[in-house]
């Protein structure tokens, strides 16, 4: 600059642009563009006014389009309008400027063969002159800001050449910033549209089932959205239809397929055609449409509601895992992904479950990686299987899920498990037997609040469940067995699904539930207290004779609304 | 767990001030000694002094041991006597207003306060 500005002062006398005029348009230009961000409405302001300050006929301003390295004039003033001109990196005095990076200045240029003439022919203007300084950036030169004949008719000199220079940074600078500014808005717009497609795709998975379902499954995504999805309906003839499918590739177009898949493949399965023919009938529709080498990788199949017999057919699917009396048993479900080819045919098969579970899993799960970098495959399913094999359908899902994220997931993961339904099929979460006296109390309930605090119980809710359990177990204690008695109490708590069972058996005298009465809470009078703090603890609670026809079987029960967030979090 | 000492020993005992007696709890107040602590709350109506239950060092409290707090509560009903819960820790005022007895009984921080409140 400070090079510029001894020239501007020495080469003209007196000077064509005063030094300190020279200073505050630049200064006024910086400050203008730098607080645009629309530069729509700010450059052909902005170039008018650098056409009137160098005093020249004609500017243009090109804008440098990186992917096929073509300028085009955003903006012009002068007496031809170039705006919309297109020219090739290299071609004519503007793409030279880019080219080589560098301004350029062509005194003469009826003399100059470099210079494009093509506008000149077609509308009678004489380019006698030119400057053209790039408008450069960190990453390269982004366009050209060109100057065309000056108003006093002689031709451009250095100091004409390197104010334009001057001109050129600031406006570099801005529409750099907008542009910048753009893709900011634009990522924000795109993050709120999968936002809005993971949603939607989360909505399309079945809710899962609180009664004796006998499928359940997982999904979760790798990144914001999902190319693996499942499904599960019932039929008019009570069998259960299932669907696990994974979509080729990624991203939003995926995430769009996966969606037509999904509809595709429930629809072609609600009529209770044979697996194969299922697939067959959706292979044929998804060839009519799927394009771009996109593919869907499936398994269909029906259980009977009781869990028997799973049947089932695969396109390009993983094996199933069927695991009974601690053997697992691959199952190859073949057949090629759907959406390639017309009119294949697919293989159903058929499987006895005879009490043990039928696993399907996504390709994420099986390409999972151990600590040495290898996926895990199937060996390595089958070993985090027998990890959890001893918990309840959904906590094994949230168990096997669990190690997946441990050992790093790369693609979404989808599992489904097949298995015959258990009225109740709870997590135990304490078992004890203790003596029905009242000094056993005090340890009984270090241990509960150390089994609530484990299972994420928060201290407030703990303490009140304590203390529900420990009048319950009073109860028995003085009214059961009364004071004369020794017998015992089998605790037992337990987690099915968001509630908390609270289980005690006894083997005191039957007692009739009619004649327990809870007290009124804030009454001032003492009996009835207990079982009155008990109701107002717990959602619900029932004493019945216990089972082997001796003794009494209270059951208490919560439900925990942390557990309830949890469970959402998974399904 | 919420106020008090889980291990902190079951014990109750009497203090006799000027014009007050003050009953002293601590540990868990359960099945297995509230009838002791029902028998130190009776017998501090003795006298005609007003009567105080310390509860700050109590880290559990039952259905049984707050009887024996009612019982009290009611004796001083029936002789008119001056009656109030000094400096209750968070387990029990946890469990009074679960019971719904957090606004029946008088509640105060101190011995000064009880002999305050009329």
């Known amino acids: 600059m400070t090079t ?42 902005t170039i008018t006014q650098v056409r009137d300050f160098l005093d020249v006929e004609g500017i243009a301003l090109f804008l440098l389009d990186a992917a096929t390295q073509v300028l085009e004039c955003k903006v ?163 069998r259960i239809g299932f669907v696990v499918g994974d979509i080729s590739g990624k991203g939003l177009d995926a995430a769009l397929l996966m969606v037509r898949a999904a509809s595709l493949l429930r629809w072609a399965g609600k009529d209770g055609l044979a697996p194969s023919a299922w697939l067959a009938r959706a292979n044929d529709e998804l060839c009519e449409t799927a394009r771009d080498g996109r593919f869907v990788c499936a398994l269909v199949g029906y259980v009977d509601r009781a869990a028997t017999r799973v049947q089932f057919a695969g396109a390009g699917f993983p094996p199933v895992v069927v695991h009974r009396d601690g053997r697992y048993t691959g199952h190859v479900a073949g057949g090629p992904p759907l959406g390639i080819l017309r009119g294949i045919a697919f293989e159903s098969h058929d499987v006895a479950l005879d009490g043990g579970t039928f696993y399907a899993f996504s390709d994420g799960a099986t ?66 037997t203790l003596p029905a006296r009242a000094e056993a109390m005090r340890e009984l309930r270090a241990e509960l609040r150390a089994t609530f605090d484990e299972h994420g119980i928060e201290p407030r809710l703990r303490d009140r469940l304590v203390l529900a359990v420990d009048e319950a177990c009073t109860n028995i204690i003085r009214h059961g067995y009364g004071p004369e008695c020794e017998g015992a109490i089998a605790l037992r708590v337990l987690r099915s699904d968001a509630t908390l069972g609270i289980e005690l058996v006894d083997d005191a005298p039957a007692v009739d539930p009619a004649s327990i009465k809870p007290g009124t809470l804030g009454d001032c009078r003492c009996g009835g207290l207990g079982v009155a703090l008990i109701d107002e603890v717990m959602d619900e609670w029932r004493i019945e004779p216990a089972e082997d026809g001796c003794g009494n079987r209270l059951v208490l029960r919560k439900r925990i609304e942390t557990w309830a967030c949890e469970e959402a979090d998974e399904s | ?114 002999l305050a409140s009329a």
């Not at chain 1, 001894?6 to 563009?33: M, N």
């Not at chain 1, 936002?195 to 359940?216: E, G, T």
């Not at chain 1, 290898?374 to 096997?400: E, F, K, N, S, V």
């Not at chain 2, 014009?19 to 099945?31: I, K, N, P, T």
């Open chain 1, 367 to 432: 390409d999972v990686r151990d600590a040495a970098g290898q996926p895990i495959g199937l060996a390595g399913m089958r070993a985090l299987i027998a990890r959890h094999a001893r918990d309840t359908p959904q906590a094994r899902l949230r168990g096997l899920l669990g190690d997946l994220k441990r050992l790093r997931l790369v693609d979404d993961t989808t599992l489904l498990l097949i298995e015959a339904p258990q009225a109740e099929h709870p997590e135990l979460l304490l078992a004890r």
């Open chain 1, 76 to 238: 012009s003033a002068g007496p031809v309008d170039v705006t919309g001109l297109r020219l090739a990196v290299g071609q004519g005095i503007v793409g030279r400027a880019v080219a080589e990076d560098a301004t350029q200045l062509v005194a003469d240029a009826s003399a100059d063969s470099r210079v494009w003439r093509a506008a000149d022919e077609t509308t009678g203007f004489v380019t006698r002159s030119i400057v053209c300084a790039p408008l450069r950036t960190a990453a390269g030169p982004i366009g050209v800001i060109e100057i065309v004949n000056r108003r006093d008719g002689k031709p451009f000199t250095d100091v004409d050449a390197e104010l334009l220079d001057l001109v050129a940074a600031p406006a570099a600078l801005a529409i750099n910033n907008a542009r910048m500014a753009g893709a900011l808005l634009e990522q924000q717009r795109l993050k709120r549209e999968f936002d809005l497609a993971r949603h939607l795709q989360k909505s399309l998975l079945p809710r899962r089932r609180r009664d004796a379902f006998p499928v359940i499954g997982v999904n979760r995504p790798a990144h914001e959205i999902s190319g693996d999805f499942y499904d599960y309906f019932e039929l008019a003839d009570g």
């Open chain 2, 1 to 114: 767990m919420i106020g008090g000492n889980p291990t902190a020993t079951n014990s109750v005992s009497r203090e006799d001030g000027a014009g007050f007696v003050l009953v002293r709890l601590s540990g868990e107040v359960d099945l297995s000694w509230s009838q002791d602590v029902r028998r130190v709350v009776l017998a501090a109506f003795a006298g005609d002094a007003a009567v105080g239950i310390e509860l700050s060092a109590v880290g559990y409290i039952d259905s049984s041991g707050i009887a024996a707090l009612v019982e009290g509560l009611q004796q001083a009903r029936a002789n008119g006597r001056r009656f109030a819960l000094v400096a209750p820790s968070d387990a029990v005022r946890a469990v009074l207003e679960l019971a719904r007895l957090d606004r029946v009984f008088a509640i105060v921080a101190d011995t000064d306060a009880l």
């Open chain 1, 4 to 45: 510029a500005r001894q020239r501007i002062a020495a080469a003209h006398a007196p000077p064509r642009v005063r030094e300190a005029d020279a200073l505050a348009f630049l200064a006024d230009l910086s400050r203008s563009l730098a607080v645009s961000l629309d530069l729509r409405e700010t450059l052909p302001r």
